[in-house]
């Protein structure tokens, strides 16, 4: 099996970014420059361990005039995501997230035998759970490993990116979708005005859009400096969100805070003046303003917390290892590849890192080169301390390994500052 470092190399190109992919504008201020990090999801073979990663500038800025935080790069989205090794359905608490997704939004938009699309819909997940309540599911996925294993499920998806070539197909083959979700997929995608054509070929005419994403107020707030990565191009605030659809002839008319991925939000759209705006986005915007997003100032604030942040990892987990404690790691996700590499870990301070995906089992995290193993890897080792780098699932974690925690193991919650768990 091919990894996307194989891709990356034959593929490798990025782009400076330019105007501001939401509003158009040139006006940006600097944010915060991570450095240069491997991609995050091109995991490498242990038998190219001897090889460079390539490495490519990980920095931010912010769109003075719509507020949306970008990268100061793009790199390839055909070496990115055209072989990815992420599956929704290895997280359980995604699963769970997803089935009580499926079930409000079919319940509140009645969409029983009707048609939804879920653009960068991963290995079906959510198209399953979908069906299971008689939607009329289908799924656009880039990744050819993906979409080939959804629809050896059963699981209706069109191998390709979403844009209005892709809509157009689809709506001559299965008429206008009711709705089309999209969910931790409008941040990989730099093209953004392709996607507002594409819902418009598709959508129809009483159609929603619904759409969540990692929030920014969250990012910023709670210091997760790691969710900043490649394939993470775009950092939406409620209003930048609001000003794209706008652009695209929708109305946000609703919104939603939700607790997943370290927090995102989760919007509603129509095409314009379809439905009546609720209050809660006004109100979201308005909470916006009041906490700065739309000066410079929380964004400064964050970016000396992320060095304070870093500090004090380092400081913990060098002060481990110096006494013989072994140290593992936990979830060999995206955003910990950008927190190893920025904080400067190595496989001198991690032994393995453990993980339920298959895929990702044998391979080696880029850049730090860390051997990732199955997840029992923790309770057959018992290293002393464990880094979560999936946090966003301590809670579920920390309730399953029980047993690792019962003999003395301890977690470490990298964000906001390193603290050690239970
Ligand atoms: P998780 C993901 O980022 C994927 P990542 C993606 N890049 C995105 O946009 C953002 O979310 C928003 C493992 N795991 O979801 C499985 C365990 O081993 O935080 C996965 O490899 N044990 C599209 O990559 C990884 O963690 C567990 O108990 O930062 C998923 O991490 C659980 C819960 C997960 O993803
Ligand atoms: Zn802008």
Redesign the pocket.
Known sequence: MSTNAASVERLLTFELATACRVCGSDGATPVIDLGATPL?NALVPVDAAFREDPRFPLATIRCTDCGLMRLTVVIDHEALFTHYL?ATS?????VAHFDRYAADIADRFALRDRLVVEVGSNDGMLLRSFKQRGVRALGVEPATNLARAANDAGLETVNAFFDSEAAGQIRRGHGGAAAVVAN?VL??IDDLRGVLNGLDALLAPDGVIVIEV?YLLDLLEHVEYD?IYH??LSYFSAEALRRLFERGGFDLFDVERVSV?GGSVRVYGARAGQRRRHERVDQLISGERAAGLDSDRPFRVFAERVVQSRKELREMIKALRSTGDRVAA???????NTLLNYCGLGNDDVEFV????PM?QGLLTPGSHIPIRP?SALLSERPGHTLLL?W??AE??LA?FRPYTAAGGRFIHPIPLARILP
């Open positions: 995050a992420y290895a997280s359980r608490p995604m931790n941040a990989h990692p969710t394939e993470h991925h936990l979830g060999a996700t995206a955003k910990g453990a993980d339920s995906t990702k997840e999936a966003n699932y579920e974690i399953r």
